[in-house]
């Protein structure tokens, strides 16, 4: 069964990656060397002995109890049956029901520790059991694109084509969507399960659901794509290694959606490229609409492609698949309608999920795992926090340090796409449960961490952003909203160190008044509270930020620096 959770935010706008331009992170920084500041990198000014000492006294050995009862498979109704609290750091989301995975803004005062230099960290031992037997690689795939293009509809087909939603829950869903009038929306209503997202007739958080292919382990993540909610689509597709961005053929919808004043297929696109996607499946939807007509997907697919290529999408990496998920065309096996097979002989949409190339993950390091959802049961002093492995690995009986409380724990057990194992590894979506440790200190944007290795905690960065169609230009103390992982945080402005030229990363002018519109620029910020974060040269799942104003979302960077804790 999919899974609903709630990623709670608040995004917009354009973006082209950083990982594209010809030039490397640590170039055109001479403003460090001729431009001295008083403000110093976070550094290794703790030993790894006075660290290893401190949390040594807790790292008593203790055998493991049986794992838990699953709790990543627990639908949101059967939660509230168990008294579970949900809670975020003081921001809530679009949702305050259960599953909430939102990022949260951070207001606690924990204390702000500097992390050992994770750059010269000892390759980590590993042995995942589990994983290694297991021949398929796990691939985290976003469903993403503009408003009723069709995307749950999509996701549930392809779910109950490949087994994953039965004929009797099927039924379950048509029954309800005609008593409602909605005939046509009972496959959506398989991934958008609460009350208001059935009743507006759109999706309002991420659901996650599983199914393999012949090559991989899928985590899907259905997006939702109205404006309003493209927070919650942010903070749930950063955890995607390629996406689908479904587009409606449809007559005027495709054009609502690539149109520059708020389509969110535009949109979308952009933002699914900030977060490191590479690999992109454009599935035109709704092809039954148009008569399954070649010349519309010629013009989608070559106003589109330029549109992609602009945002350094490589041709290669793109896979053009139309398809109409109502009358499952194209979905799992190749299309039945004449119209559609008259001119097209590619592959259907699970042969291009197949044909992906695998994503490179990083086992070596020590383990981080943002935590973008938790289950808290006070009771038993055990909390159950969900995420995506990062880096490094996790076996049931593991010692872990919450950051920034510092705070130790048991990994009692590990669930993998609803299953118990005993071990799980970077790139896994992983529910992991903990024990011997205050519930009241865990929250959602808390890093689990190797003990001996915390992530720097700070509220002072170095960002290298592109700006993106912004009216109003920044200056040195404009307020903004600042996006991380699985955090959201108030940020000001305090530096505008340099303009750089978007081609070779190198400084074209230092220290400008202001910026404007599609510049990339060095700057430097300081935030509200303090914040889990890494170097995006270290870690790029928790380097990667986005800086929002106004509603809209303004710039979208690295961080370059962790920089000293400003009081």
């Known amino acids: ?75 949101r109704d059967n939660m509230k049956d168990r008294g579970s609290s949900i809670e975020t750091r003081g921001y809530h989301g679009v949702m305050s029901n259960v599953g909430s995975m939102s990022v949260s803004s951070n207001p606690r005062n924990a204390e702000s520790r500097i992390a050992p230099s994770r750059s010269q960290t000892k390759p980590q031992k590993i042995v995942c059991t589990d994983q290694l037997e297991d021949k398929l690689n796990q691939l985290n ?148 609409v148009v008569g399954y007509s070649k010349e519309r997907f010629d013009t989608i697919k070559n106003q589109l492609g330029t549109f992609l290529r602009a945002c350094k999408f490589k041709d290669s990496s793109v896979l053009w698949i139309p398809l109409s998920a109502m009358e499952n065309q194209n979905l799992v096996t190749s299309p039945s309608d004449a119209r559609l097979l008259s001119w097209f002989q590619g592959s259907c949409l699970l042969d291009a999920i197949d044909s992906l190339q695998p994503p490179q993950r990083d086992y070596s390091k020590p383990i981080l795992m943002p935590i973008c959802d938790l289950v808290k049961l006070p009771s038993q002093g055990q909390v159950s926090v969900c995420g995506k492995l990062e880096t490094g690995a996790l076996q049931t009986g593991d010692k872990v340090l919450v950051m920034p409380s510092r705070e130790m724990a048991t990994v009692r057990s590990l669930e993998h796409n609803s299953q118990v194992c005993n071990s799980a590894k970077a790139g896994d979506n992983v529910t992991v449960n903990l024990q011997g440790i205050d519930v009241n200190r865990v929250m959602a944007g808390d890093v689990l961490c190797h003990p001996e290795y915390p992530i720097a905690v700070t509220n002072h960065l170095e960002l290298k952003i592109l700006l993106l169609d912004i009216a109003v230009p920044i200056l040195i103390g404009s307020q903004l909203e600042f996006h991380v992982h699985h955090v959201k945080e108030a940020a000001r402005v305090v530096r505008i160190l340099s303009l750089l030229d978007p081609k070779t990363g190198k400084e074209t002018k230092k220290s400008p008044r202001c910026l404007l519109a599609k510049q990339n620029a060095i700057i430097e910020v300081v935030l509200q509270g303090i914040i889990c974060v890494e170097e995006h040269s270290k870690c790029k799942g928790l380097g990667r930020v986005s800086l929002r104003a106004s509603g809209r979302t303004i710039a979208l960077g690295l961080v370059t620096r962790v920089l000293e804790k400003k009081e």
């Open 1 to 75: 069964m999919p899974r609903k959770v709630n990623y709670g935010v608040d995004y917009e706008e354009d973006f082209y990656d950083y990982e594209d331009y010809n030039y490397d992170y640590d170039d055109g920084h001479e403003y460090a060397e001729t431009n001295a500041t008083s403000d110093k990198v976070v550094q290794s000014n703790v030993s790894k002995k006075e660290i290893a000492g401190e949390v040594k006294k807790e790292l008593v050995s203790e055998e493991p109890t049986s794992p838990s009862t699953s709790t990543a498979k627990v639908r």
């Open 141 to 288: 795939l976003a469903i993403v694109g503009h408003v009723d293009s069709g995307k749950s509809t999509l996701s549930g087909r392809l779910l109950h084509l490949l087994g994953q939603i039965s004929q009797k829950e099927m039924h379950k869903y048509e029954k309800e969507a005609k008593q409602q009038g909605k005939g046509s929306f009972a496959y959506a209503w398989a991934l958008d399960e609460s009350a208001e997202e059935r009743e507006r007739g759109i999706t309002m958080t991420v659901a996650v659901a599983y199914f393999n292919t012949k090559s991989y382990r899928v985590v899907l993540l259905d997006s939702p794509g109205h404006r309003d909610f493209v927070p919650n689509m942010i903070s749930g597709a950063t955890q995607a290694d390629a996406a689908i961005l479904v587009v409606d053929a449809s007559i005027g919808a495709f054009e609502a959606g690539i149109d520059v004043s708020g389509g969110q297929t535009r949109e979308h696109a952009q933002l699914i490229k900030s977060f490191g996607v590479d690999q992109i499946i454009i599935a035109i939807n709704k092809m039954d």
